[in-house]
Antibody
Framework: EVQLVESGGGLVQPGGSLRLSCEASGFTFSNYWMSWVRQAPGKGLEWVANIKHDGSEKYYVDSMKGRFTISRDNAKNSLFLQMISLGAEDTAVYYC??????????????WGQGTLVTVSS | DIQMTQSPSSLSASVGDRVTITCRASQSISTDLNWYQQRPGKAPKLLIYAASSLQSGVPSRFSGSGSGTDFTLTISSLQPEDFATYYCQQSYSTLTWTFGQGTKVVIK
């Protein structure tokens, strides 16, 4: 069974840092682009970042460039999101998702269950 | 950046109703459009990819259509488990993707 399990969320003070992890199983992790998507409480989905199979290419939403860093460890089937200078606006559930591709089309499937990040003093 | 606009933002419907949700892109995105369903407290789930391809395991009452800038998700006969929020997402721009704001389907 293909599975993604996030961890690392929690309460962090404004200006603080946090590192999220996503452990993959049930598929060859190193063959896939991976992504982070977040959802603020009561709000819609917001794509955060993508990373290529080997980590050589990374893409971010403009508003998070310089503060968020996506990375991966293919030997450990793990995806990461390092977040710094966190503010209240970063409070959200963070999902990792596999990027599925076919004939130049791309989509997110599956998604993990999410990990909640709360930025508050 | 490509902006995605869904309409309506919410709708009320009854079991058995035919429901249509629209998604409009700020520029042409060919058929690089996906639809997701999110039930309360759950992760999103893929329904439709590449505008009209039904994901394996998704009931055939769900269908997608459109190309260019205008897209539609249709539920042919609404079931109790379909009351959820639906999101469109474009994957046209080179690996910088965006979602619509969501459409919440509630029970009438």
């Amino acid at each position: 069974e293909v599975q993604l399990v996030e961890s690392g969320g929690g309460l962090v003070q404004p200006g603080g840092s946090l590192r999220l992890s996503c452990e993959a199983s049930g598929f060859t992790f190193s063959n896939y682009w991976m992504s982070w998507v977040r959802q603020a409480p009561g709000k819609g989905l917001e794509w955060v970042a993508n990373i290529k199979h080997d980590g050589s290419e990374k893409y971010y939403v403009d508003s998070m460039k310089g503060r968020f860093t996506i990375s991966r460890d293919n030997a450990k089937n793990s995806l990461f999101l390092q977040m710094i200078s966190l503010g209240a606006e970063d409070t959200a559930v963070y999902y990792c998702a596999r990027v599925q591709s076919s004939a130049f089309h791309n989509w997110f499937d599956p998604w993990g269950q999410g990990t909640l990040v709360t930025v508050s003093s | 950046d490509i902006q995605m606009t869904q309409s309506p933002s919410s709708l009320s419907a009854s079991v058995g109703d035919r429901v249509t949700i629209t998604c409009r892109a700020s520029q042409s995105i060919s058929t690089d459009l996906n639809w997701y369903q999110q039930r309360p407290g759950k992760a999103p789930k893929l329904l439709i990819y590449a505008a009209s391809s039904l994901q394996s395991g998704v009931p055939s009452r769900f269908s997608g259509s459109g190309s260019g800038t205008d897209f539609t998700l249709t539920i042919s006969s609404l079931q109790p488990e379909d009351f959820a929020t639906y999101y469109c997402q474009q994957s046209y721009s080179t690996l910088t993707w965006t979602f619509g704001q969501g459409t919440k389907v509630v029970i009438k």
